[in-house]
């Protein structure tokens, strides 16, 4: 069955051609929760309450643009949602924003230990980071996702920039002192 066949199916709730939507589809929209949540086991939660709204919301897929595309943007909007009634973010006057520049060396930081020090900045950082550095969402459309101020976006980023490259820095002295 072809992609749009299958969608299509889903349309009519058909549990079979939505349970091979999840297969499809489920790896893929774990990875971006992950990347917004907490941990593993929030990450799961907002998997399954995407599935939920993408096969409530299929019928209003159009076949215009890319599906997936389409998926990870219910998939995103579900995981803000969660942090949106939290209230996890403050207003920051855009006066007091300093751009923190982070330098990654690849040879010394390996990609997993960079994707856990992300998981593990507070919501607040993590969210904009995530959105603005591996979405390339900007600071417009980050503020209009989260109903915050644009200044508030920034001054976020600037700081989960800056918690990481403390927290890298600090990674490479332990590493040095370990090697000598």
């Given at each position: 069955m072809s992609l749009n066949e299958l969608i299509e199916h889903c349309k009519v709730n058909d549990t079979i051609a939505q349970g091979e939507l999840y297969k499809l589809f489920s790896s893929k929209l774990f990875s971006v929760c992950l990347k917004y949540s907490r941990n593993h086991a929030e990450a799961e939660d907002n998997l399954q309450d995407a599935f939920l709204t993408i096969?409530?919301?299929?019928?209003?897929?159009?076949?215009?643009?890319?599906?997936?595309?389409?998926?990870?943007?219910?998939?995103?909007?579900?995981?803000?949602?969660?942090?949106?009634?939290?209230?996890?973010?403050?207003?920051?006057?855009?006066?007091?924003?300093?751009?923190?520049?982070?330098?990654?060396?690849?040879?010394?930081?390996?990609?997993?230990?960079?994707?856990?020090?992300?998981?593990?900045?507070?919501?607040?950082?993590?969210?904009?980071?995530?959105?603005?550095?591996l979405d390339g969402y900007s600071h417009k459309e980050i503020a209009n996702m989260l109903n915050i101020n644009i200044g508030t976006s920034k001054s976020n980023l600037s700081r989960a920039r800056q918690i990481l490259k403390n927290t890298i820095e600090t990674h490479k002295t332990t590493e040095l002192s370990k090697s000598l």
């Amino acid at each position: 069955m072809s992609l749009n066949e299958l969608i299509e199916h889903c349309k009519v709730n058909d549990t079979i051609a939505q349970g091979e939507l999840y297969k499809l589809f489920s790896s893929k929209l774990f990875s971006v929760c992950l990347k917004y949540s907490r941990n593993h086991a929030e990450a799961e939660d907002n998997l399954q309450d995407a599935f939920l709204t993408i096969f409530k919301k299929i019928e209003q897929y159009k076949h215009k643009g890319a599906f997936e595309g389409w998926l990870k943007r219910i998939t995103i909007n579900i995981v803000l949602q969660r942090y949106r009634k939290e209230k996890v973010f403050d207003i920051i006057n855009e006066n007091t924003i300093e751009d923190v520049e982070l330098d990654i060396d690849e040879n010394t930081i390996c990609i997993d230990y960079l994707l856990k020090i992300i998981q593990e900045l507070p919501d607040r950082y993590r969210l904009v980071f995530n959105l603005y550095v591996l979405d390339g969402y900007s600071h417009k459309e980050i503020a209009n996702m989260l109903n915050i101020n644009i200044g508030t976006s920034k001054s976020n980023l600037s700081r989960a920039r800056q918690i990481l490259k403390n927290t890298i820095e600090t990674h490479k002295t332990t590493e040095l002192s370990k090697s000598l």
